[in-house]
């Protein structure tokens, strides 16, 4: 039973098309997130949500729209895709808290921007 | 802002060598650390924990001790494996926002037979 899949695994896409990604978790979890990992491995967070409600959202452009259409599932939309778009993006979710509980992710979704 | 700063790597040991990689953090507040693995093409994976001063999280015969003076939390293994081999990330929960973690670019770590 995978904990929080995430889908599709690859996609390849030209600029200015527009994408989407999903992403579900069976946890039970009340928290998810969007990660953003580059080719040097750096990761950063893009969005968090509780309970299907934005928290954190880092500064990100506004061509990328999270939806949560319940606390199971954070989908990433991105419109006008650009090069610079292209990495490896991660779906995570974790228990509501103070901090100590530890983030389940996802294996990932390498989207390359042509 | 929150911050973690970890050796570059890659690391390339021999099978059965000693294991360190270090790991300092800045943070405001009082954050739980964590060490995330990542095998190639997948996600990241908890490798273990600490949530208070002096605490040791240990598994799979990882160490790391939550060190409040040095803002540290380095990693340690007595004895590295080939399936060691991984990418390794040090990871402070991010003040004011519940369990949400900062991360820095990772320390590849190879093991040679």
């Known amino acids: 039973d995978t904990a929080v899949s995430q889908t599709p695994k690859y996609l390849v896409t030209q600029m200015g098309n527009d994408k989407s990604i999903k992403c579900e978790q069976n946890?039970?979890?009340?928290?998810m997130y969007w990660y953003k990992q580059d080719s040097k491995k750096f990761l950063k967070i893009m969005f968090s949500y509780n309970n299907k409600e934005l928290i954190i959202n880092e500064t990100v452009p506004n061509r990328f729209s999270p939806k949560s259409p319940d606390k199971a599932h954070l989908n990433l939309h991105i419109n006008s895709l650009e090069l610079g778009d292209s990495a490896v993006y991660f779906c995570a979710s974790s228990q509501a808290g103070t901090g100590d509980s530890p983030l389940h992710f996802g294996n990932g979704t390498r989207l390359t921007v042509t | 802002g929150d911050s973690v700063t970890q050796m570059e790597g890659p690391v390339t040991l021999s099978e059965e060598a000693f294991l360190t990689i270090n790991c300092t953090y800045t943070?405001?507040?009082?954050?739980?650390l964590f060490w995330y693995v990542q095998y190639p093409g997948e996600g990241l994976q908890l490798l273990l924990k600490a949530t208070k001063a002096d605490d040791k999280g240990s598994n799979k015969g990882f160490e790391a001790t939550y060190r409040k003076e040095t803002t540290s939390f380095h990693l340690e293994k007595g004895s590295v494996q080939v399936s060691d081999s991984a990418v390794y990330f040090c990871?402070?929960?991010?003040?004011?926002?519940?369990?949400?973690?900062?991360f820095g670019g990772g320390t590849r770590l190879m093991v040679k037979p």
């Open positions: 943070a405001t507040g009082y954050p739980s």
């Open positions: 990871a402070p929960s991010r003040s004011n926002a519940g369990n949400m973690l900062t």
């Open positions: 946890l039970g979890h009340d928290t």
